[in-house]
Nanobody, 115 residues
């Protein structure tokens, strides 16, 4: 059974950094496309970053140059390094796996950026 567990969220000041982790069980992160999404209060969930099975990465324009997605296959973990955080980044951050059209989501981790 696939399970994704996010951690690393918290409260940070504007301009600060956080690193989120997504630990997977029941699957291999290098055989899936792994994504990070976020959902702010009253807004739709939006795509942030992805890393494909071959290791190609893609980012939303709003985070390019500031966020980095990576993975550690041995640890079954996907990371999202977030730098130069802005208050508008305040949201619940979710990890998603996708393979052959089948997706799984984690429970999310809260990130709050104070101004």
């Amino acid at each position: 059974q696939v399970q994704l567990v996010e951690s690393g969220g918290g409260l940070v000041q504007s301009g600060g950094s956080l690193r989120l982790s997504c630990v997977a069980s029941g699957m291999l992160v290098n055989l899936n496309t792994m994504d990070w999404y976020r959902q702010a209060p009253g807004k739709q969930r939006e795509f942030i970053a992805s890393i494909t099975s071959p290791g190609n990465t893609n980012y939303a324009d709003s985070v390019k140059g500031r966020f980095t997605i990576s993975r550690d296959t041995a640890k079954k973990t996907v990371y999202l390094e977030m730098n130069s955080l802005k208050p508008e980044a305040t949201a619940v951050y979710y990890c998603r796996s996708l393979r052959y059209g089948r997706q799984h989501w984690g429970q999310g981790t809260q990130v709050t950026v104070s101004s």
